[in-house]
């Protein structure tokens, strides 16, 4: 391919995933195969000979459209949202075109300095301390991660080195596997399973502070933790909190929380990887007091801001602490200004070397929408989600089991979890709309997320009638299969 087709399949290609979009809510909005699916319908290896454009492009639909979960779609109520807007896309476009690896300033200097200016536009919407931005010449600054996973595990791994000099210098006798040993990360029992893998692959022991009755962790809970385990010999080192909670959107108290650790010398790390894209709005920011006692802070753009993954941004309070974790200097990645002071070398900051130019979608994005476009978009958000909550409540038969703060409801049929799990599935296999599950303590309840840049009312109100129905259809059979216990 020349750049004269480039240009012709270029623009197929923009018309044809503008169509996609435009025409999503026609597909069904979760698909039809099987395990396996894909495999008998294309050739065992790749062709000897090169194949036309055409061929490749009809393939979309025979091949790759049948298998594709359609996470754009109105009917989408799963998991949580994943952002996607088309100045964001053509911010990727222009991405991709420049193929720099910007794994330092001289890599490409404007892949740098940009994500470095975007990360303290995005900061200061969230009104987060001057502390954790970059300026001219502050000691935090911030950093785009491919996901809330990453910088969950690169604040750990951070506050374990900090933790290990810390501890040696002050009992020089310990060896470096016996503090090692003896470090003990926290999170909530709320708190997503990548924070327990981020302790698994940085060879530390995690354990789970229990939340109280909203789901949220208070400080007297992380004290008699800390104090039980620091009588054992241990050393907490790391606690993980938790801003808006994967189960039911619950957020630990930050403001009880941020003095303990403070005051214990543990790094304390906020994952808010949906919810923070919400702090953008003056009625929300209140979430985040507490902000001030952390260490570092992350949430995920590419989930409720318009940009499309991967965009997880990540702000530290001390920059040095992550390069201190991180800093390899081999001559074929040293050049000329690198002691300038005045540049940034993103590979200090993360866990692979390369890295791609994401802060484009950010400034592409955040020009095009304005904080007043993108703030209305996370308003309409929740209140389609009070608006589901409302229908929701309506009806004696389903109960509410958490409150509804931002775009997530949890709730449920009043009886057992066997009744919500075959709601859940009779959902599922109608196709029509898609949720997930989660546990709340001991009850199976079903999550319902505002996901689509798209949605509207009337799919709410589509969706609600939907489940309605089915739980009529369900409660008819139930009773004379099920003996209620």
Same mark, same amino acid.
């Given at each position: 391919?020349?750049?004269?087709?480039?240009?012709?399949?270029?623009?197929?290609?923009?018309?044809?995933?503008?169509?996609?979009?435009?025409?999503?809510e026609?597909?069904?909005?979760?698909?039809?195969?099987?395990?396996?699916?894909?495999r008998?319908?294309?050739?065992?290896?790749?062709?000897?000979?090169?194949?036309?454009f055409?061929?490749?492009?009809?393939?979309?639909?025979?091949?790759i459209?049948?298998?594709?979960?359609?996470?754009?779609?109105?009917?989408?109520?799963?998991?949580?949202?994943?952002a996607?807007?088309f100045?964001?896309?053509?911010?990727?476009?222009?991405?991709?075109?420049?193929?720099?690896?910007?794994?330092s300033?001289?890599?490409?200097?404007?892949?740098?300095?940009?994500?470095?200016?975007m990360?303290?536009w995005?900061?200061?919407?969230?009104?987060?301390?001057?502390?954790?931005?970059?300026?001219?010449?502050?000691?935090?600054g911030?950093?785009?991660?491919?996901?809330?996973?990453?910088?969950t595990?690169i604040?750990?791994?951070a506050?374990?080195?900090?933790?290990?000099?810390?501890v040696?210098?002050?009992?020089?006798?310990?060896?470096?596997?016996?503090?090692?040993?003896? @470090?003990?990360?926290?999170?909530?029992?709320? %708190?997503?399973?990548?924070?327990? *893998?981020a302790? +698994? /692959? $940085? !060879?530390?022991?995690?354990?789970?502070?229990?939340?109280?009755?909203?789901?949220s962790?208070?400080?007297?809970?992380?004290?008699?933790v800390?104090?039980?385990?620091?009588?054992?010999?241990?050393?907490?080192?790391?606690?993980?909190a938790?801003?808006?909670?994967?189960?039911?959107?619950?957020?630990?108290?930050?403001?009880?929380?941020g003095?303990?650790?403070?005051?214990?010398?543990?790094?304390?790390?906020?994952?808010?990887?949906?919810?923070?894209?919400a702090?953008?709005?003056?009625?929300?920011?209140?979430?985040?007091?507490?902000?001030e006692?952390a260490?570092?802070?992350?949430?995920?753009?590419?989930?409720? @801001?318009?940009?499309?993954?991967d965009?997880? %941004?990540?702000?530290v309070?001390? *920059?040095?602490? +992550? /390069? $201190? !974790?991180?800093k390899?200097?081999?001559?074929?990645?040293?050049?000329?200004?690198?002691?300038?002071?005045l540049?940034t070398?993103?590979?200090?900051w993360?866990?692979?070397?390369?890295?791609?130019f994401r802060?484009?979608?950010?400034?592409?994005?955040?020009?095009?929408?304005?904080?007043?476009?993108?703030?209305?978009?996370i308003?309409?958000?929740?209140?389609?989600?009070?608006?589901?909550?409302?229908?929701?409540?309506?009806?004696?038969?389903?109960?509410?089991?958490?409150?509804?703060?931002?775009?997530?409801?949890?709730?449920?049929?009043?009886?057992?979890?066997?009744?919500?799990?075959?709601?859940?599935?009779?959902?599922?296999?109608?196709?029509?709309?898609?949720?997930?599950?989660?546990h709340? *303590?001991?009850?199976?309840?079903?999550?319902?997320?505002?996901?689509?840049?798209?949605?509207?009312?009337?799919h709410?109100?589509?969706?609600?009638?939907?489940?309605?129905?089915?739980?009529?259809?369900?409660?008819k059979?139930?009773?004379?299969?099920?003996?209620?216990?």
């Amino acid at each position: 391919m020349d750049a004269a087709e480039f240009r012709k399949r270029g623009k197929e290609m923009v018309d044809y995933v503008a169509d996609y979009l435009e025409k999503i809510e026609k597909r069904q909005v979760f698909p039809d195969v099987e395990p396996g699916y894909l495999r008998p319908l294309i050739a065992d290896c790749a062709p000897q000979d090169p194949e036309s454009f055409e061929d490749v492009f009809k393939d979309i639909e025979k091949i790759i459209m049948p298998g594709v979960t359609h996470w754009h779609s109105p009917y989408f109520f799963a998991y949580f949202p994943a952002a996607s807007s088309f100045p964001a896309l053509l911010a990727d476009m222009l991405c991709g075109g420049i193929g720099c690896v910007g794994f330092s300033w001289a890599a490409s200097p404007a892949c740098t300095e940009l994500e470095t200016v975007m990360l303290d536009w995005l900061g200061k919407m969230v009104n987060l301390p001057e502390e954790f931005l970059a300026g001219k010449d502050g000691q935090g600054g911030g950093v785009i991660q491919g996901s809330a996973s990453e910088a969950t595990l690169i604040a750990l791994l951070a506050a374990r080195t900090k933790t290990i000099r810390w501890v040696q210098s002050e009992k020089p006798e310990l060896t470096e596997a016996e503090i090692m040993s003896r @470090l003990v990360a926290y999170a909530s029992d709320q %708190a997503h399973s990548s924070v327990e *893998r981020a302790a +698994l /692959i $940085g !060879a530390v022991k995690i354990k789970n502070v229990p939340s109280d009755d909203t789901f949220s962790v208070c400080g007297s809970a992380l004290k008699k933790v800390l104090d039980e385990d620091k009588a054992a010999g241990l050393i907490p080192f790391f606690f993980c909190a938790t801003l808006g909670t994967t189960p039911c959107c619950s957020f630990d108290k930050l403001l009880e929380l941020g003095p303990i650790c403070n005051k214990e010398n543990i790094w304390m790390h906020i994952d808010a990887a949906y919810a923070g894209s919400a702090f953008i709005c003056p009625e929300f920011r209140h979430l985040l007091n507490g902000v001030e006692f952390a260490d570092s802070f992350n949430f995920n753009p590419h989930k409720w @801001l318009l940009v499309n993954f991967d965009c997880s %941004a990540m702000w530290v309070k001390k *920059r040095s602490d +992550l /390069i $201190g !974790a991180f800093k390899l200097e081999p001559l074929y990645l040293q050049y000329h200004h690198q002691e300038s002071g005045l540049v940034t070398d993103y590979r200090h900051w993360q866990i692979p070397l390369g890295r791609r130019f994401r802060s484009l979608k950010l400034w592409f994005v955040l020009r095009m929408y304005g904080v007043k476009g993108l703030q209305e978009h996370i308003r309409k958000h929740v209140r389609l989600s009070h608006q589901f909550e409302h229908l929701v409540l309506q009806d004696e038969r389903f109960e509410i089991c958490a409150e509804v703060v931002l775009g997530l409801v949890c709730f449920r049929l009043k009886g057992s979890n066997e009744l919500n799990k075959a709601l859940l599935k009779s959902i599922n296999d109608a196709k029509k709309i898609h949720l997930v599950p989660s546990h709340l *303590r001991e009850k199976f309840v079903l999550r319902f997320a505002i996901c689509s840049r798209t949605v509207e009312s009337t799919h709410i109100k589509f969706a609600w009638q939907h489940i309605s129905q089915l739980a009529t259809d369900l409660l008819k059979t139930w009773g004379q299969n099920h003996h209620q216990q």
